[in-house]
């Protein structure tokens, strides 16, 4: 099992910068890949960033330029920095990590840390 916990969600205006954090715990080990996703009101999740166990980096097309994710393996922690916010950014951001082990997949997800962006 893997347990995620986001922070660092907030009102920001647009132009602003925040910094999310998602702290892992459990079976960390084996964790594959961890990414980031969104979910705006009346939208569908979509995928904002990844990275893998080998920090080979994914990122969304609108967002690239804009966000980093990084990760600090000595704090099973997971990072999204978030530059020059846009009103479109605003949405429920949720920490996901996949896990594959002895061939079955496993999926996790945080409790979602609200980012509002004010124009």
């Known amino acids: 099992q893997v347990h995620l916990v986001e922070s660092g969600g907030g009102l920001v205006q647009a132009g602003g910068s925040l910094r999310l954090s998602c702290v892992a715990s459990g079976s960390t080990f084996s964790i594959n890949r961890m990414r980031w996703y969104r979910q705006a009101p009346g939208k569908q999740r979509e995928l904002v960033a990844g990275i893998t166990s080998g920090g080979i980096t994914t990122y969304e097309d609108s967002v690239k330029g804009r966000f980093t994710i990084y990760r600090d393996n000595a704090k099973n922690t997971v990072y999204l920095q978030m530059n020059s916010l846009k009103p479109e950014d605003t949405a429920v951001y949720y920490c996901?990590?996949?896990?594959?082990?002895?061939?079955?997949?496993?999926?996790?997800w945080g409790q979602g840390t609200q980012v509002t962006v004010s124009s």
């Open positions: 996901n990590a996949y896990r594959q082990v002895w061939g079955t997949t496993y999926d996790y």
